[in-house]
């Protein structure tokens, strides 16, 4: 199969818009063969949906599969962006990130092919012999169930996990006072301007224009502006200055407005920019809660006290104004668990359901591995461990009545049917096999 056909694959279970079915045609010596209707974000199905391939097609995609795997075990997809997994340094290079999407696509249609679902059985079978409530679940039996999932709010985390609005108010209740201390705002929010400043050097370096220079002074000035939000530093004497040097409330005292009105110019800078689009969401995320304290002074030269209580300001906003809904708040319970901001992506979505009448219930989501090697198995245990583990502080959070089980499962071409342990929590491996 050309690349160029191969590449169908990632418009359709990628890139399109959501709500939509997409047909997805392969091409071989110019005859077009119908494979299937992929779901790509949209309505859940109740029912079981079979897709159906050529054996043409399985066969030479597959082959496809087992060529490019090698080249493709150093990397991974991660936060939408390609990344050497031995020291998750940023790669760039396009070709190579657009035929690792490729590569996922296709192992996501062959996840749902029939011999394949049933390697997955015997190997739930061999792992649960003791407990056959896991093995008998037919998981990622329903087309979005094989779907990618980026996760962006607590409220669709809360929708994947139903919890009803009056728990969703305990979730709120109980993440957003320590979620949105100052020190966690100003991390976050430095945290993603440095990840938007390094993209825009290197779109500055392969392709410079005027907007991407002035977008690059606004950065640099907006972190230099940030830094005046961090309190004094207490191995000085300013700490002990209890009284402010200027009255607080004069014109020349800096506020978060600055800060708004400075992102808002950078993201318009940016707006044409799809390959830093990605960091630029996140910073347009960040609006909501710099709206939300646009009044609170950012000034070190007012005094100890009234430094502190501007903080409290800054706490006290965002957790009065940010919802569930909000990408503001998601970003800084990120922030707050991980020290990171990076996208929760989940490359098989999964599900939740329910294990015997005991009140016990099941969390099951995927991930897509290039070879089974060890470095690339556990790098791929870890990155489904974080958004499982996020999935159950909210889980926990809310007050949910049940035990909420966390299962894994990877998928590699070749692989040795197995299944490990990791921070208590079962991770399956299964092969992709014809």
């Not at 056909?5 to 079915?21: A, D, E, H, Q, W």
């Not at 409220?155 to 009803?164: E, M, T, Y």
């Not at 009056?166 to 979730?171: E, L, P």
Request: glycine residues 6%; charged residues 25%; contains cysteine.
């Amino acid at each position: 199969m050309r690349y160029s056909t191969m590449k169908l694959l990632i418009n359709c279970s990628m890139k399109c818009p959501t709500r939509s079915r997409h047909l997805l045609r392969t091409q071989n010596n110019g005859m077009l063969t119908r494979l299937a209707y992929y779901r790509s974000g949209g309505e859940e199905s109740s029912e079981t949906e079979e897709e159906i391939f050529s054996s043409e097609w399985c066969g030479m995609a597959f082959s496809k599969m087992k060529k490019w795997r090698h080249s493709l075990k150093e990397f991974d997809l991660i936060d939408g962006r390609l990344v050497n997994i031995n020291d998750h340094s940023r790669i760039y290079d396009d070709k190579l990130e657009k035929k690792l999407h490729t590569f996922k696509s296709v192992a996501r249609v062959f996840i749902g092919l029939p011999l394949t679902k049933e390697t997955m059985k015997k190997n739930m079978l061999a792992s649960f012999a003791e407990d056959t409530q896991f093995a008998e679940f037919q998981y990622f039996s329903k087309c979005h169930e094989r779907e990618p999932l980026i996760v962006k709010s607590l409220s669709k985390i809360s929708d994947i996990l139903s919890v009803s609005a009056q728990q969703r108010k305990v979730v709120r209740h109980n993440i957003c006072p320590q979620i949105t201390e100052h020190q966690i705002w100003t991390g976050a929010l430095a945290e993603i301007l440095n990840g938007l400043k390094s993209e825009i050097e290197f779109l500055i370096h392969r392709r410079p224009s005027k907007e991407t220079r002035l977008a690059h002074q606004i950065a640099t000035g907006l972190l230099k502006f940030l830094e005046s939000a961090v309190s004094y530093d207490p191995e000085t004497s300013s700490w002990m200055r209890l009284t402010p040097t200027k009255g607080v409330n004069t014109p020349d005292s800096p506020k978060w407005e600055d800060a708004l009105e400075m992102a808002m110019d950078l993201i318009n800078c940016l707006t044409d920019e799809e390959d830093l689009a990605i960091h630029v969401s996140k910073l347009e995320g960040m609006k909501e809660g710099l709206y939300q304290i646009r009044e609170v002074l950012i000034d070190k030269n007012i005094g100890y006290k009234e430094i502190r209580y501007q903080e409290h300001l800054v706490q006290k906003k965002l957790t009065k104004n940010l919802g569930l809904p909000s990408q503001c708040l998601f970003t800084l319970l990120l922030y707050y668990l991980y020290g990171s901001v990076e996208d929760v992506e989940i490359e098989v979505r999964g599900g939740v359901h329910a294990i015997g009448y005991g009140g016990k219930f099941c969390l099951y989501m995927g991930k897509i591995l290039t070879v089974d090697e060890e470095k690339v198995v556990w790098n791929g245990v870890k990155q489904l461990d974080k958004a499982l583990s996020l999935f159950k502080f909210v889980w926990e959070s809310a007050g949910m009545k049940g035990d909420l089980v966390l299962q894994g499962h990877l998928w590699c071409v070749g692989a040795q049917n197995r299944s490990i342990s990791y921070r208590g929590n079962t991770y399956m491996i299964h092969e992709i096999n014809l």
